[in-house]
């Protein structure tokens, strides 16, 4: 099975708020990522011809900032897979036998989240307007840098507040998501047409 036919079976588990495919986290980027008012839950989709080598770095960047994080994988990765998950980590199976997800565990809370990568999945004027708003005098002068090693060091911030804003600026995006979505898809319609013509004239 691959990635496409995978997600179709995971987008109707999904239920109330929204979703995000292929969202920047850390230095890797999650692939479906179901965000609500109470939580964010990031997915990773491993299809047959997928590799297991960026499990690691997808393990660490995705227990920094999601509340809950599964593993959506074929029946081939699961003996190689599983040895490599914390036991809070959920799994998924999908089968080309089944029409739907096959449960192996639920995901776990994840208690390690952390105020510097989570503020990381918005822009960084984002990140600037929210502590301007909680009192911090001066920080629509932060660089980058510096706002992640305020948030690294600081204890004013409540994690819970912080991650709430999150949630809220990412769901508030998802109108401009879809409109960009739209107009990559007619340009690579018109792109494909032309082509196309070319092609023809060619013969």
Known sequence: M????????????????????????GSTRADVVHITEHFMHGYEVKGDGDTLARVAN???????????????????????????????VGVLVASPEAAELRPHRPAGYNATVQHAPL??????????????ARGL?????????EVAQYLRTTHTVPLSHLAQYVRERLMARLPERL?????????????AAIRARRSKKKR
């Open 2 to 25: 691959n990635d496409p036919d995978i997600r179709a079976r995971l987008y109707p588990l999904l239920l109330g708020g929204v979703y995000i495919d292929e969202l920047p986290t």
């Open 58 to 88: 997808q393990l660490r960047c995705y227990a920094e900032v999601y509340d809950f994080v599964t593993f959506v994988v074929t029946e081939k990765h699961l003996p190689k897979l599983l040895p490599q998950l914390p036991e809070w």
């Open 119 to 132: 503020a990381g999945l918005l822009w960084v004027e984002e990140i600037k307007q929210y502590l301007l």
């Open 137 to 145: 005098a001066g920080a629509s002068t932060l660089r980058q840098r």
């Open 179 to 191: 409109l960009q979505r739209e107009v990559r898809k007619a340009e690579r319609e018109r792109l």
